[in-house]
């Protein structure tokens, strides 16, 4: 049996369970749930896994949720991923209306096709004919959000890092894993493409808090320290240093104001922001990180109040292994021919893929199928197929020409990378960056 003939028959198996894999993915979206907090959507993979018969680890890094299917040999092990959050969207029309959370990124079709990939391998029976193992894996929290939140479960003991994937490497679950096959769900206009090769920024968090003093804000303002005005003037400071950005490090700086005093009628002196400082390079990140520091300090020093700036692990850049990008694109032109593919560009947003990319070969293709603007009020799913059921079959056909041939492109891909960071020194790789 050739390899073409095992992704006819995992493909098969896929398109046999086309409305389940449908339904799973529509009742997710019905149920979105922000990171670190989507434990029904853990149950849901829970409930599939087992009923797949395949044995499971749930509750890594809270929500998390692996299953393994071993092949007929030893070989390399190969994560297959889907990300378990949403975002926040209060104006999205099916946004939760207590917690504002919507599936505006397509977190949903990830779990979906993830899912639905493990069904192709289980029912067509593909990993007795290939060597190594493939991993399953529903990931909690990629979207990097309600950072105050997270960083009282990090005081808590119950993380270090605040994203999914990065705390699936600290927790040793990426440990035997050699490469990851993944993607993530396009919007815009709706097209029949997939975007491969491309690269995003890498960013470093900050958790800004300036401290003033109280004071009558009619009666006796001057016997204050007004702590909004500093942070005005603070990004205000980042403002000016916009021009002094290079185009080429594709440097985003888009703090927010979560608390910005207690009362009208009181000198604010607790008020707290939070940013990104995104970048093309890690390096570039670092120095424009520096910069927006700076200016958060001028901001105190001109009224004479205090900031206290909490450095925080953010995501490294995205890199797509090239080869791997290659068969996956390969494979996406026998479904959708080869006006379906397309080369991708620099991105400016992030993702904890790009921490994975850092230590092991990993690619994360776009694939399109819904509509609107990413993290907007106007992001739908609008093809069904595109987003629930062809990427299960690209990463199942992806992962059997990885393993085919006692899974000589998998060896020579893990042989030939180079990784920026080795696992075990990832955490302090991290800690020596942000000092």
């Known amino acids: ?147 105050e939140y997270r960083l009282r479960l990090r005081d808590e003991g119950k993380l270090k890092f605040l994203g999914g994937k990065q705390e699936f490497i600290r927790l040793g679950k990426m440990n035997s894993v050699d490469m990851t096959v993944k993607h993530h769900t396009g919007g815009g206009k709706l097209q029949r493409k997939v975007e491969i090769s491309g690269t995003n920024n890498g960013f470093v968090g900050k958790a800004i808090r300036y401290v003033g003093k109280e004071a009558h804000a009619g009666g006796a303002p001057d016997k204050g320290i007004n702590a909004l005005n500093a942070a005005m003037l603070g990004i205000m400071g980042i403002h000016t240093l916009r021009e002094t950005f290079k185009d080429n490090d594709h440097i985003r700086v888009h703090p927010i104001i979560t608390r910005g ?19 093309k390079t890690t390096d570039a990140v670092l120095k424009a990180s520096k910069k927006v520091n700076r200016a958060l300090k001028g901001g105190a020093s001109t009224v004479g109040a205090k900031v206290e700036i909490q450095e925080i692990p953010g995501y490294l850049p995205l890199k797509n292994e090239p080869e791997m990008s290659k068969i996956f694109g390969e494979n996406a032109k026998k479904i959708l021919g080869k006006a379906g593919v397309k080369q991708g560009e620099h991105k400016t947003g992030s993702t904890d893929t790009g921490d994975l990319s850092a230590i092991m070969p990993a690619i994360e293709p776009t694939i399109y199928g819904a509509t609107g603007t990413g993290h907007g009020s106007n992001y739908k799913i609008a093809d069904k197929e595109m987003c629930y059921i062809i990427p299960a079959e690209l990463m199942a056909m992806t992962v059997i020409d990885l393993l085919w041939d006692d899974a000589a492109n998998a060896r020579r891909i893990v042989k030939a990378f180079k990784p920026e960071i080795k696992k075990r020194e990832y955490v302090r790789t991290w800690e020596r960056l942000l000092r």
């Open 261 to 279: 005093g207690d009362l009208v009628n009181i000198i604010p002196a607790d008020v707290r922001i939070e940013t990104y400082v995104r970048g």
């Open 1 to 147: 049996m050739s390899a073409e003939e095992l992704k006819k028959r995992v493909r098969k198996a896929i398109r046999n369970r086309a409305k389940e894999i449908t339904r799973i993915g529509d009742e997710i979206f019905k149920h979105p749930e922000l990171g670190f907090k989507e434990f029904e959507t853990a149950k849901l993979v829970q409930r599939t896994f087992k009923d797949l018969g395949l044995d499971h680890e749930s509750d890594v890094a809270i929500t998390g949720v692996i299953a393994e299917l071993e092949g007929n040999a030893k070989g390399p092990t190969i994560s297959v991923m889907g990300e378990l959050d949403s975002v926040l969207c209060y104006n999205h029309p099916f946004a939760d209306k207590t917690t504002g959370a919507v599936h505006a990124c397509g977190h949903n079709a990830q779990i979906a096709a993830m899912l639905g990939a493990a069904m192709g391998f289980v029912d067509a029976k593909i990993m007795s004919k290939l060597p190594g193992a493939v991993s399953f894996m529903a990931v909690p929290a990629e979207e990097y959000v309600e950072i």
